[in-house]
């Protein structure tokens, strides 16, 4: 396999132009689900194949438990360097698990301390707390989403623009939008190449908000300037819980976007366009990048799981 080894490691640098691509091209809710499914995959692959080189670099150590057949000549072949590269795959590796873990903890974290500030709250589908700085959020529950909203958030909008501010929430909350940005902020500290990824899906999650409460209130220029409005009287942006539910996108994107026109409902657009061939490079691209790092990876534990059963 050679050098090819660490095409896991290193092909999520193909994130960049394929979130470009298709958060510029792309319905948001296609452009999410696409772009989460990648991420996926590839940190996935990435963290195997850190795991794998660093058995194989270990494996000839004096002292390890790993299988001898593990430290054959044939099997170090697959790997170019491999004492130093395993040896580095192994911070490297506690690295991710630890950053995974930490992410997890906090988000897990973040979310007991908002439900405890809740319980005061009625109970319902919406909470009100008596705070005079304006935020609302959508928080994901066990039986029961709620829409989190302060009264100074209320007090700074018109009835119409409330419609559309609970609009959107909700939109968060029946999209299952908590799940596709936790993915992206797993496979970021998985693998770093993929930080434009957890980027591009923060904004396409608000997009896709933004358009499915268009549709809902009938008034796409309501809910633009219900996110201005939300964003000029938030200066300090929402509270720390809050920000680890939904990340707002770049509001001025998400505004001029609204007051143009819908994006098309059809998953992808024609292939002959400008937009088709964009949105079909990204797409193949992405698809490439997945299966070159799968390959890659599965290849590897192939090479191990043969030495093992020829020893």
């Given at each position: 396999m050679g050098?090819?080894?660490?095409?896991?490691?290193v092909l999520p640098l193909t994130a960049w132009p394929i979130a470009r691509l298709a958060e510029q091209h792309l319905h948001p809710r296609t452009a999410t689900g696409l772009l989460t499914a990648v991420?996926?995959?590839?940190?996935?692959?990435?963290?195997?194949?850190?795991?794998?080189?660093?058995?194989?670099?270990?494996?000839?150590?004096?002292g390890n438990p790993l299988p001898d057949s593990w430290s054959d000549p044939?099997?170090?072949?697959?790997?170019?360097?491999d004492e130093v590269a395993g040896r580095i795959a192994i911070p490297a590796?506690?690295?991710?698990?630890?950053?995974?873990?930490?992410?997890?903890?906090?988000?897990?974290?973040?979310?007991r301390r908002t439900e405890e500030a809740l319980r005061t709250a009625r109970p319902?589908?919406?909470?009100v707390l008596p705070d005079e700085a304006p935020y609302a959020y959508a928080?994901?529950?066990?039986?029961?989403?709620?829409?989190?909203?302060?009264?100074g958030m209320l007090a700074a909008l018109t009835s119409r623009e409330r419609r559309a501010l609970f609009a959107h929430e909700r939109a968060h909350l029946s999209g299952r939008h908590h799940r596709f940005l936790l993915t992206v902020r797993l496979a970021a500290h998985a693998n770093p190449f993929?930080?434009?990824?957890?980027?591009?899906?923060?904004?396409?999650?608000?997009?896709w908000a933004d358009e499915e409460a268009a549709a809902r209130i009938g008034s796409r220029r309501t809910v633009a300037r219900a996110i201005g409005k939300a964003a000029l009287v938030s200066p300090g942006?929402?509270?720390v819980a809050a920000a680890h539910f939904a990340m707002a996108g770049p509001v001025p994107r998400r505004v001029a976007a609204l007051l143009g026109p819908a994006p098309a409902g059809g998953a992808w657009p024609p292939a002959f366009t400008r937009a088709g061939l964009a949105v079909w490079t990204a797409a193949g691209g992405a698809t490439a990048s997945a299966l070159s790092s799968a390959n890659a990876a599965v290849t590897l534990y192939f090479i191990l799981h043969a030495a093992t059963f020829s020893a």
């Open positions: 050098v090819f080894v660490f095409l896991p490691l991420a996926a995959v590839l940190a996935c692959c990435s963290t195997l194949c850190l795991a794998l080189v660093m058995v194989v670099g270990t494996a000839q150590l004096p044939e099997v170090r072949e697959a790997v170019p360097y590796l506690l690295t991710v698990l630890t950053s995974c873990s930490a992410a997890v903890w906090r988000q897990h974290r973040i979310r319902g589908p919406v909470a928080l994901p529950g066990r039986g029961l989403d709620r829409v989190v909203v302060s009264t993929l930080l434009p990824l957890r980027t591009a899906v923060a904004y396409t999650c608000e997009r942006g929402p509270p």
